[in-house]
């Protein structure tokens, strides 16, 4: 039997979502505010109907591979992600398998490199590219031109944002697939690392974002996506954070290390999660009220 090809595609995933939410029912709700809007707007929403966009891997029977990176994804953050947030927030497990720890590390990564906004980069260059095409084809009187697969690509009578449009659909797999291998790439390169479990002492909470994984580089002026010196950080419920560091010399050996942190700490994560965001924050009414304030 053909496998169906999925409808709603998650940028942050249901599984992830959950862990900030409150069910009601069969449902998760979780509260939400776009990011440049006052809190007043917070609403209630479920997490099936937010960071989802319908039919983002349209059908394509000469390209079978659309699917089947929904599919990687699917495998290696949704199916193991409950037990891996179970270990990360029992306060006892001190120490992990190797396997174990890649997994963690894998969830992070592919997060990292899932989320809407590392796409909607890679479209901005993409669109930059149809605006010198555009120029030249005004120039020039140009009617078509061969993009990178040596395809013709027309654009007789065709306005600039048709152009981005059509554009876009042609690479979007291409560029996924390019986002895949650089995360695996990553996922290899960051599995020794170590790994820092925070958990909030107080009352104060943690949000998450649209865009919830953090990359920082302390040595660097400025961070880049692809970079095994980075440290990753994703909070994963209200009350607990990951983050991936660079190891030392050796491996760390597979330990957890816990931390206890206060409320100066997780506000300023949090300042930092609003920043990163690319549309929207989610979190308690009370968190993302207070991160707006700071």
Request: overall charge neutral; aromatic content about 10%.
């Amino acid at each position: 039997m053909k496998k169906a090809e999925t409808k709603k595609h998650h940028s942050v995933p249901k599984t992830y979502l959950k862990n900030f939410a409150t069910r009601k029912n069969d449902d998760y709700y979780v509260n939400i505010l776009k990011k440049d809007e006052s809190c007043d707007k917070i609403v209630e929403s479920k997490i099936s109907d937010i960071c989802a966009e319908n039919h983002l891997l349209k059908p394509d029977t000469t390209d079978k591979s659309k699917q089947k990176l929904e599919d990687i994804y699917t495998d290696i953050f949704e199916n193991h992600y409950d037990n891996l947030f179970s270990v990360l927030t029992d306060d006892k497990v001190l120490e992990i398998s190797n396997e174990l720890k890649k997994s963690i590390v894998s969830a992070v990564v592919t997060m990292f490199y899932k989320t809407r906004k590392w796409n909607d980069l890679l479209g901005y260059h993409t669109d930059g590219n149809m605006q010198k095409i555009d120029q030249l084809r005004n120039q020039f009187k140009v009617d078509h031109y061969f993009n990178s697969q040596g395809l013709q690509v027309d654009f007789k009578d065709k306005t600039l944002e048709e152009l981005e449009v059509s554009h876009k659909n042609i690479t979007r797999i291409p560029l996924l697939i390019t986002q895949l291998k650089v995360a695996l790439k990553l996922i290899e390169a960051k599995q020794f690392d170590c790994i820092n479990v925070y958990k909030i002492a107080d009352d104060s909470e943690f949000i998450t974002s649209d865009n919830p994984v953090l990359a920082i580089n302390m040595q660097k002026m400025r961070t880049k996506h692809f970079d095994v010196e980075n440290a990753y950080y994703l909070p994963i419920s209200n009350k607990y954070l990951i983050a991936i560091f660079p190891k030392d010399k050796l491996p760390s050996q597979n330990k957890i290390i816990r931390l206890m942190i206060n409320k100066e700490w997780v506000e300023s994560f949090n300042t930092m999660q609003l920043f990163q965001s690319n549309q929207c924050i989610i979190g308690s009414v009370e968190a993302i009220q207070k991160t707006k304030e700071n």
